[in-house]
């Protein structure tokens, strides 16, 4: 179950997404199979060539990338979550849900 976002910044990630660029989206998050996660960032991209890269460049497993048309994404969670969106100077969505160590 997702929330903490408006419905604006779905939009702007889906149309970003769609225009085959990398975004972020970065929400509160609920799953019992992950009791101590309470975020999900979705990294998404149509391109899937480019949103391969975008997960070997990190060493992630592309097998990973939900292939969910129109809107393909990678979970991430966790320790990686964090470190990669540091990486990537998402510092909005770092400091908004408070994605330090």
């Given at each position: 179950?997702?929330?903490?976002?408006?419905?604006?910044?779905?939009?702007?990630?889906?149309?970003?997404?769609?225009?085959?660029?990398?975004?972020?989206?970065?929400?509160?998050?609920?799953?019992?199979?992950?009791?101590?996660?309470?975020?999900?960032?979705?990294?998404?991209?149509?391109?899937?060539?480019?949103?391969?890269?975008?997960?070997?460049?990190?060493?992630?497993?592309?097998?990973?990338?939900?292939?969910?048309?129109?809107?393909?994404?990678?979970?991430?969670?966790?320790?990686?979550?964090?470190?990669?969106?540091?990486?990537?100077?998402?510092w909005e969505?770092?400091?908004?849900?408070?994605?330090?160590?």
């Amino acid at each position: 179950m997702a929330f903490g976002i408006q419905r604006s910044e779905l939009k702007a990630w889906k149309a970003s997404v769609a225009d085959g660029e990398i975004a972020y989206l970065t929400h509160f998050w609920y799953d019992s199979r992950f009791p101590d996660i309470t975020t999900v960032t979705k990294v998404g991209c149509s391109d899937l060539t480019k949103l391969t890269q975008w997960c070997q460049k990190h060493q992630l497993n592309p097998k990973y990338i939900h292939l969910r048309p129109p809107f393909p994404h990678f979970d991430l969670m966790g320790r990686r979550q964090r470190e990669i969106l540091r990486q990537e100077e998402v510092w909005e969505q770092i400091d908004r849900f408070h994605l330090t160590d």
